[in-house]
Structure formats: structure tokens, C-alpha cells
């Protein structure tokens, strides 16, 4: 615009413990992030789908933008006991639904959705997840991407019903 910039608008969002967001999507009016929290303790007021089950817990969180930010809903993503689920990537299609992926050391008590591919036992199994918008969040699908090692899903990108992540692997067979 070549105007003078000017922050509208912050939204924190985090607990008690430690709170990264490594992934921001858009559309509209509407803004998703992704990315870990350590504790949900404290966590902003907002509905969360799915239960937060370990130390370090994925999460996706839906914010509606207008003249003040408003929290929609959350979604915990990962399971066991001390697990670590990281969102390090999101896109969204032409209708809304969200692409998040990253990685996980455990699919024990991962929220309630069914994957494709299996994980593989080592230090880190990639991921992708697809999350139908609405009043709340759901999770469609997911799919274990991986081969044994260390596995991360760090890039998505959607064009109309094609997905396409990009990442890293320690292993090339699995």
C-alpha cells in the first residue's frame, strides 16, 4: 500500500509453559494456527476438541478476525503419556477443510481419528491430519508419513483436492 504498517490487533494464546506456533493459514476472515504447548494450564478461553493428553501437545486453534480477535475453537492434537506432538505445517483447500501436519513420538491414544500408513516405532513419525471446519472442529482423516527414524512434516500445500508435504527423513526405507 505504501502506507505507514500499524499492528490492528494480538491475540495471545499459550499456557502456564512453554507455547510455539510454527504454523499460520488463512482465509477470509478467518485465521488458524498450529503448533505445541507444554501444559494446557491456563490456556486461553476457548473450546478444545479432543483432550489434552501428555506434556507436549499439537494444537490447532481457529480465530475469527474483526475489529477484536475472537477464539472460535481448538483442537488437541497427540496421545500416550509423554508424548511430543508438534504442528509445524498447515494449508487449507477452496472449501475450508485444514491440512496440519508435523510429527509425533507416539500414535498411543492419539485423538480420535483413523490413519493410513502405520507408525513406525524410532524417534519420530510424521504426519498429516485433515480438520472439517464448522461450530466445532472434527478430524476426517489422518496418515502416517515415515520410515523408522526421525520423520517431520515441515511444508503443505493443497491445490484443489491434491496434498503435497514436504519434510525430512533420517531413513529413506521404511
Do not use: K, R
Amino acid at each position: 500500500d505504501g502506507g505507514t504498517p500499524s499492528l490492528v490487533w494480538g491475540q495471545w494464546l499459550g499456557g502456564t509453559g512453554i507455547d510455539t506456533i510454527y504454523a499460520l493459514a488463512l482465509t477470509g476472515d478467518e485465521i488458524y494456527v498450529g503448533g505445541y504447548v507444554v501444559t494446557s494450564t491456563s490456556f486461553e478461553a476457548v473450546t478444545f476438541a479432543g483432550a489434552h493428553n501428555g506434556t507436549t501437545e499439537g494444537f490447532v486453534v481457529e480465530i475469527g478476525d474483526g475489529g477484536t480477535p475472537t477464539l472460535a475453537w481448538g483442537q488437541w492434537m497427540g496421545g500416550g503419556q509423554t508424548p511430543i506432538t508438534v504442528i509445524n505445517a498447515m494449508a487449507l483447500n477452496d472449501t475450508n477443510e485444514i491440512y496440519a501436519g508435523g510429527y509425533a513420538t507416539t500414535s498411543t491414544s492419539f485423538e480420535t481419528v483413523t490413519f493410513a500408513g502405520s507408525f513406525t516405532v524410532g524417534d519420530t513419525e510424521a504426519f498429516i491430519v485433515e480438520i472439517a471446519t464448522g461450530a466445532t472442529p472434527s478430524l476426517v482423516w489422518g496418515h502416517w508419513l515415515g520410515g523408522g527414524l526421525v520423520d517431520v512434516i515441515s511444508a503443505i500445500a493443497v491445490t484443489g483436492d491434491e496434498i503435497y508435504a514436504g519434510g525430512y527423513s533420517t531413513q529413506s526405507t521404511g
